[in-house]
């Protein structure tokens, strides 16, 4: 990784991935967070190449995978989840999220997450996927 100030900022040029958060972007109006495991294009404009909605389909799948491996949440707590986080879905894919299920969906992930102690690729997942659910809440 390599990083320069030029005029417009700094510019930081990466040569493989990154694993965790990366803030990308300008900072005074809140724009350019992002937080995933996966690969994501930034664009020269600072505008995210990539689709939410395809990204949060991944987080999903990827998310029933890892909490059904996981031995420290209740199976309750891991169907409950799992059926929120399927009716969410379905209100994003018809292009109507509701904000009232969208914020019911992130309280639920942030109750897993506390009762999480040592499984970090489902705690990374379930951040990745609270902050793409903040996308779809209006501003």
Do not use: W
């Not at 904000?99 to 997450?113: A, D, N, P, T, Y």
């Amino acid at each position: 990784m390599s990083e320069q100030e030029d005029k417009n900022g700094v510019n930081i040029h990466i040569n493989g991935s990154i694993h965790g958060s990366a803030l990308i972007g300008d900072f005074t109006n809140n724009k350019g967070n992002l937080n995933s495991n996966n690969q994501i294009y930034i664009g020269t404009n600072g505008e995210n190449q990539f689709s939410k909605e395809e990204e949060l389909k991944k987080l999903i799948n990827e998310f029933k995978r890892l909490i059904e491996m996981n031995q420290e949440i209740l199976p309750i707590d891991k169907k409950d989840t799992i059926e929120l986080i399927d009716v969410n879905q379905q209100f994003i894919e018809t292009g109507q999220p509701k904000e009232s299920v969208i914020k019911l969906l992130i309280r639920q992930l942030g109750v897993l997450k506390d009762k999480l102690c040592e499984d970090l690729p489902l705690l990374t997942n379930i951040s990745s996927i609270i902050q793409i659910l903040g996308m779809f809440l209006q501003r």
